[in-house]
């Protein structure tokens, strides 16, 4: 009997060899359970708060929690007007100073192609001219060194973008930054 358990019984390097493995699924569990927890406190800020600002404000600072979120803003399309109303917006270059912009102006950009396809984007600046030239996204305001954005919808239509970026080199957002926002 005990020669069966020996076979099973991993030895001190293949311990070691695990480790690594261990600690990025420990990791994942506790990223997967800070999310899940921001979700909560999203959900019940929505439920709770008397003002829509005071909404995007907390959302913003859940999502500071996550990734650099310095530059941050949310903006909604209305159709029925041909405007983007921006909502929310804090950025360290660009300041806002009129709320809302005709459609027109900016759909030929990052936030537009959001608003347009539906689809989230994952911008590098070191993947400008590639976007430009599949896309046709042209840049708007300030050029960010990354830019991650991804639809707000109403069922199946997008009804706005949400969208983090960042202009230091030094910060780099990542597919997990990216579904988080998601």
């Excluded at 003002?51 to 990734?67: K, T």
């Excluded at 991650?148 to 080199?169: C, F, N, W």
Aim: charged content about 25%; overall charge negative; cysteine-free.
């Amino acid at each position: 009997m005990s020669s069966d358990l020996t076979q099973y019984e991993l030895t001190e390097e293949e311990l070691r060899e695990l480790i690594p493995q261990l600690q990025q699924l420990t990791d994942k569990y506790k990223r997967a359970e800070r999310v899940q927890k921001a979700l909560f406190d999203i959900s019940e800020l929505a439920s709770s708060v008397s003002h829509l600002n005071r909404l995007y404000s907390a959302i913003h600072e859940i999502i500071a929690d996550f990734m650099n979120a310095d530059n941050f803003f949310v903006a909604f399309y209305e159709q029925d007007n041909n405007l983007i109303d921006f909502a929310y917006f804090v950025d360290e270059f660009d300041e806002q100073t009129v709320r809302q912009l005709p459609a027109e102006d900016m759909m030929d950009g990052m936030t537009g192609f959001i608003l347009r396809t539906g689809q989230h984007l994952f911008y590098k600046r070191e993947e400008e001219e590639r976007l430009a030239k599949e896309h046709g996204i042209k840049l708007v305001g300030s050029q960010p060194f990354e830019l991650l954005g991804v639809p707000l919808k109403r069922g199946s239509q997008v009804i706005g973008a949400m969208v983090v970026q960042t202009y230091d080199e030094g910060i780099h957002y990542s597919q997990e930054d990216l579904e988080v926002l998601l």
